[in-house]
């Protein structure tokens, strides 16, 4: 599974964005997928997480209410829909696939993406 992610730029507090992670292969329905996110000096940190056929999230404590994850399996696209943004969401971030369910933890993802940096501004 090759993943590419894009959609971060620069925004204001209080802006919106939509990330998108666009997978290739024709199994994509069969992978959980995830997000994460790294800001500099910082360890990678969970974002939120999404089962395969889009049942199940789960979403990191910090951004809870402000981001959503959903995923096409039809187009084969996870995206982040990421509202109420804050300075300290300012990292980039990471999308991630593993041939299962959802997790949480980043060492569970077997295919990551390269990255799209988002940045806040207060």
């Known amino acids: 599974v090759q993943l590419q992610a894009s959609g971060g730029g620069l925004v204001q507090a209080g802006d919106s964005l939509r990330l998108s992670c666009a997978a290739s292969?024709?199994?994509?329905?069969?992978?959980?997928m995830g997000w994460f996110r790294q800001a500099p000096e910082k360890e990678r940190e969970f974002v939120a997480t999404?089962?395969?056929?889009?049942?199940?999230?789960y979403y990191g404590d910090s951004v809870k209410g402000r981001l959503t994850v959903s995923r096409d399996n039809a187009k084969n696209i996870v995206y982040l829909q990421m509202n109420s943004l804050k300075p300290e969401d300012t990292a980039v971030y990471y999308c991630?696939?593993?041939?299962?369910?959802?997790?949480?933890?980043?060492?569970?993802?077997?295919?990551w993406g390269q990255g799209t940096q988002v940045t806040v501004s207060s």
């Open positions: 999404i089962s395969p056929l889009g049942r199940i999230t």
């Open positions: 991630a696939a593993r041939g299962g369910p959802t997790a949480t933890v980043a060492s569970l993802y077997e295919y």
């Open positions: 292969g024709r199994t994509f329905s069969r992978y959980g």
